[in-house]
T-cell receptor, first 116, second 111 residues
Framework: ETGVTQTPRHLVMGMTNKKSLKCEQH?????MYWYKQSAKKPLELMFV???????ENNSVPSRFSPECPNSSHLFLHLHTLQPEDSALYLC???????????????FGPGTRLTVL | DAKTTQPNSMESNEEEPVHLPCNHS???????IHWYRQLPSQGPEYVIH???SNVNNRMASLAIAEDRKSSTLILHRATLRDAAVYYC????????????FGKGTKLTVNP
């Protein structure tokens, strides 16, 4: 138990569906992250939020829409996804905002997404 | 971020030490060396980090070469629970929040 929870743990959706992934951290951290882990690629950073403000979008397609209403919650809204978007989506948090090279990131267990 | 090179896979026996190597020949003087691991069906977890000196914590030890072009993560007594993918990552002191993951080393621990 890392203090970062993600729901749902598994999600199957069609290409025309709209769904949302939820992440919650109970650690009092100031930064939150979305990562994507595909079967054949290393873990990739998608978005970074510091103090609820988005500070990085790693060229992610607009069909992925993040939302950070407060420092404890992070959402990833999904719409009109493609089968190649099927992957494990991981949320992480860290105490420090950007620039903390020694800061540890704490990861949730991930949401396994399958797009049909 | 500077690049790291790790073996794709390694095997160990339970209760024996494991030495996981990482090469980072283009490391800069301001890069910290971080190790994370990912257990099956879980997100990555932090293991250890260091700059120049060897480091120890409850999970592992990190041995850093004098020229800093390589490092070794040492698990002193491997358990079945240590079976995971281990990632060696360089993080610039200059200020990037990015953790740039490579393919890592898949460690198998045999009973």
């Amino acid at each position: 138990e890392t203090g970062v929870t993600q729901t749902p743990r598994h999600l199957v959706m069609g290409m025309t569906n709209k769904k949302s992934l939820k992440c919650e951290q109970h650690l009092g951290h100031n930064a939150m992250y979305w990562y994507k882990q595909s079967a054949k690629k290393p873990l990739e950073l998608m978005f970074v939020y510091n103090f609820k403000e988005q500070t990085e979008n790693n060229s992610v397609p607009s069909r992925f829409s993040p939302e950070c209403p407060n420092s404890s919650h992070l959402f990833l809204h999904l719409h009109t996804l493609q089968p190649e978007d099927s992957a494990l989506y991981l949320c992480a948090s860290s105490q420090e905002p950007s620039g903390a090279f020694t800061d540890t990131q704490y990861f949730g267990p991930g949401t396994r997404l399958t797009v049909l | 971020d500077a690049k790291t090179t790790q073996p794709n896979s390694m095997e160990s026996n339970e209760e024996e030490p494991v030495h996981l190597p990482c090469n980072h020949s283009t490391i800069s003087g301001t890069d910290y060396i971080h190790w994370y691991r990912q257990l099956p069906s879980q997100g990555p977890e932090y293991v250890i980090h260091g700059l120049t000196s060897n480091v120890n914590n409850r999970m592992a030890s990190l041995a850093i070469a004098e020229d800093r072009k390589s490092s070794t993560l040492i698990l002193h007594r491997a358990t079945l629970r240590d079976a995971a993918v281990y990632y060696c990552i360089l993080r610039d002191q200059g200020g990037s929040e990015k953790l740039v993951f490579g393919k890592g080393t898949k460690l198998t621990v045999n009973p």
